[in-house]
């Protein structure tokens, strides 16, 4: 009854979004334009050409081939830094020896982008000035909506090539035809990008297009139908009921096709079946995630799967507990990161009959399982005494392995064995020295296996758990590994002040009026600064204090300076490694806006933090200004 009832509630809402897909999809797609705009311009003034981006609702991917792994992370932090709304999903692949030196040494052909919406038009790329450009500008500015133009384009003195004015001036001619779209010019090669508003003008366009299609020119013409914004996206199959009933989203019709397909080989009945199509899934994995969900609901012999977003579920399992360790910890390795796998549930302790059993456990055999995998989680599973051993036991496992690490799936049996409990401490005590591992409690034995790089690990688990429940009654099988190697990835200095800039810019430090005591309401940015420093440890910094110009000069400057100690000092008590960090107070002589107005004062004072060598470089270039004049007088003379 749950399964049909939550069917019927996703069709209600489904059927509600119909009616609203058009406004959701337009403001969609204002902020899919948006966020590529303001990425692909920080990416144009770093120089930054390889990464290919598409946008999906408030996902952002990341794709190209990366000359390394330091170029990727930059970018992908780009993204995060320019786009903190955002969801940005690494997809970029590593290019390898000749590959990669070829493209750090090869020219970067022309590429220029427009692109084209209600809130505006955007030019953004490279490529040669001359006629071709000069009339592409004035074919933009003479459109409909010219008002709001960004001109991001790099004008180069490179020769045009004859195959890039032609793909120029067919842009020129599709401009009029092409209100919302992204159209990317190539030598040769024309790309548009647009969203149909009915299936009749994705026709028509086409042909319009190519019958004006110069014979030089490659178009590549990419139009999508609109599609209707689900939220949250979900999954849903139970293997237990009957008939076997599944509800569905998909992306599209191929990942649909994947999803049945699965579902089918699962368990679920041949027939005909559909899923909802339409945007906002969580990932571009989605359709290999539920498939991956569905082949491990069938090697555990049936059940219910449920995933809503990035949040996945199995119930109703009957497989032994043992089984269902090591199936979460190779499913936890498969799925990727923004997604989260529920402890496995079970309805049936164990499936071995044994005489073992009390009572109160229904016939089966009483088992305590406790499993680590390779990210650190920790799952136990299993009897207890009461509620408040279950308690107890959860704490306990917190208290090794930490709070967020562990969940726990226990029941119930008050005519457990003597010592039962003890034997779990046991165990969750010996998990903690592995770093992937089970134990297994039953009345009778005690089963321990794993890897770790603890020195002599398996002579120190021999030894505790000899202590601890006597010889010859475990099992111990571990691998000896070596220890990790950590490489910690450190931010370049540019990226450390960009992030430390944009933090202060969207939190500015208040202080009490003409006073340097840091108000309570910026302590949160304190704090931020204070761990972004730490990140950054590799680069020594000034803390630069700024006011206005009301007040006396000299007590400016003296405020200033009290101000930029007190945020010196505040950073310094979070007690964390840094690099050098210094204070200097540079009053009302360096302003950013008027002080005429109070806006304009209200920017001006001001906490800026600034890498060292970028203060000392502007010391030392001013000095060298300063003195020219002198040098070239006594030269004169």
């Known amino acids: 009854m749950r399964l049909f009832t939550l069917m019927f509630a996703l069709i209600g809402l489904l059927a509600g979004a119909a009616g609203a897909w058009l406004y959701a999809h337009n403001v969609i797609t204002k902020f899919e334009t948006r966020n590529l705009n303001r990425l692909n311009s920080a990416l144009h003034a770093a120089e930054i050409a390889w990464p290919a981006l598409l946008a999906d609702g408030q996902l952002l991917y990341v794709s190209g081939p990366a000359p390394d792994d330091e170029a990727a992370g930059l970018v992908v932090q780009m ?18 020896g000749e590959a990669a030196t070829n493209q750090a040494n090869s020219p970067t052909p022309p590429r220029l982008e427009i692109l084209r919406s209600d809130a505006g038009i955007s030019l953004m790329g490279r490529a040669p000035s001359g006629p071709a450009l000069t009339a592409l500008h004035a074919a933009v500015s003479n459109l409909s909506n010219a008002s709001n133009v960004t001109n991001l384009v790099e004008e180069t003195s490179d020769t045009p090539a004859p195959d890039w004015n032609a793909a120029v001036e067919f842009a020129l001619r599709t401009l009029p035809q092409t209100p919302e779209a992204t159209l990317t010019i190539r030598p040769g090669r024309l790309t548009i990008d647009a969203v149909a508003s009915s299936a009749n003008w994705q026709l028509g366009l086409a042909e319009m297009l190519e019958q004006m299609r110069p014979e030089d020119v490659v178009l590549e013409l990419n139009i999508i139908a609109p599609m209707p914004v689900i939220s949250p996206f979900y999954f849903l199959v139970d293997l237990s009921s009957d008939p076997v009933q599944m509800a569905c989203t998909a992306r599209n019709a191929d990942e649909e096709s994947r999803i049945i397909t699965a579902a089918i080989n699962a ?25 991956t969900a569905l082949n491990t609901l069938s090697e555990l012999g049936g059940g219910r799967l449920e995933i809503v977003n990035t949040d996945v579920t199995f119930s109703n399992l009957t497989a032994p ?8 910890i190779g499913l936890r390795a498969e799925l990727p990161a923004i997604y989260s796998l529920r402890p496995l549930s079970v309805t049936v302790v164990d499936t071995v009959e044994t005489t073992e059993a009390p009572a109160s456990s229904g016939g089966w055999g009483p088992r305590f399982i406790a499993v680590r995998d390779a990210q650190g989680a920790v799952v136990l599973r299993g009897m207890v005494r009461d509620n408040l051993n279950s308690k107890v036991v959860t704490s306990y496992a917190e208290a090794r392995f930490g709070y967020e690490a562990v969940s726990s799936d226990l029941s119930e049996a008050p005519d457990l064995p003597d010592g039962w409990q003890a034997r779990i401490f046991t165990s969750i005590d010996a998990l903690n020295l592995l770093e992937t591992g089970q134990a297994t409690v039953t009345p009778t034995t005690f089963q321990l296996r794993g890897t770790g790089s603890l020195p002599d ?55 009490a009026p003409s006073s340097a005591v840091i108000e309570e309401t910026s302590a949160p940015v304190i704090t931020t600064l204070a761990d972004l420093l730490h990140q950054c440890r590799h680069v020594d910094f000034q803390i630069g204090g700024h006011t206005d110009s009301q007040g006396r000069e000299e007590m400016n400057a003296a405020l200033s300076q009290s101000r930029a100690d007190s945020v010196l000092n505040s950073i310094l008590a979070s007690n964390q ?56 007088a006594d030269e004169q003379n």
């Open 457 to 511: 690990l398996e002579a120190e688990l021999d030894t505790m758990l000899r202590a601890a429940l006597g010889a010859d009654n475990y099992r111990l099988q571990v691998i000896q590994t070596d220890p990790p190697v950590v490489e910690e990835v450190q931010m370049d200095e540019r990226l450390c002040a960009s992030r430390l800039s944009g933090i202060l810019a969207d939190n500015q430090i208040n202080f």
């Open 267 to 291: 368990g679920l009945a041949p027939g005909d079946h559909s899923c909802n199509i339409g945007i906002g899934a969580p990932s571009e994995q989605w359709g290999n995630v539920v498939a």
């Open 79 to 96: 993204a995060h830094d320019v786009l903190p709304a955002a969801v940005v999903v690494d997809e970029t692949t590593r290019m390898q």
């Open 577 to 632: 490694l840094m690099g050098k960090l210094t204070a200097f107070g540079y009053g009302e002589s360096r302003p950013i806006a008027t002080n005429d107005t109070e806006d304009g004062r209200a920017l001006n004072r001001r906490i800026e933090i600034i890498p060292l060598a970028e203060v000392e470089a502007a010391e030392a270039e001013a000095a060298a200004a300063a003195a020219a004049p002198e040098e070239t």
């Open 321 to 328: 507990l043992d089984i269902l360790g090591q199936t979460e």
